[in-house]
């Protein structure tokens, strides 16, 4: 219980520093003039989503982490798709095929922590419930569409 509390909260304050760094170092424009621009394009464009993929990897960090502190036994598929979406990013990177738009920093944590996640979700080390072989699927496939949205459509 004790392990399972100090990892959620390390995986909660290294989502906040990253989505901090991740912020701070972006060229996200936070013109309020343009959330009230109603013609949408510069939302979904690709460019702005490239922009987008880090925070949200980071906040599903956080909410893995968070979910691990308060309601363990709902952090496993959570940890599933946050482990699929970074190991999927890095191994694309690795093959040319997406390139990544972290600083090497984030992406070294950010792939320790997906290990961390998978071996947590998959394994019942922290007595956690063991992830299912459906919630793991879906775990996998909804991490390979985001990461997919995000980069080619």
Do not use: H
């Not at 701070?24 to 987008?52: G, V, W």
């Not at 093959?95 to 979700?121: G, H, K, M, R, S």
């Not at 998959?122 to 569409?145: A, D, V, W």
């Amino acid at each position: 219980m004790v392990a399972r509390k100090i990892i959620g909260i390390i995986f909660s304050i290294i989502a906040i520093v990253s989505s901090v760094i991740l912020i701070t170092q972006s060229n996200l424009s936070f013109d309020f003039n343009a959330y009230f621009d109603f013609s949408l394009k510069s939302y979904f464009s690709l460019a702005y989503l490239r922009q987008i993929t880090p925070l949200f990897i980071c906040l599903i960090l956080l909410y893995g982490g968070l979910l691990l502190i308060i309601k363990p036994l709902k952090s496993n598929p959570v940890l599933a798709l946050f482990g699929f979406i970074v190991l999927e990013e890095v191994i694309f990177n690795w093959l040319d095929i997406i390139p990544i738009n972290f600083p090497t920093y984030i992406v070294v944590t950010f792939f320790c922590c997906a290990l961390l996640a998978l071996w947590i979700a998959y394994s019942n080390t922290i007595n956690l419930k063991r992830l299912s072989f459906q919630e793991g699927i879906t775990s996998l496939i909804l991490g390979t569409l985001i990461n997919a949205f995000s980069y080619y459509f």
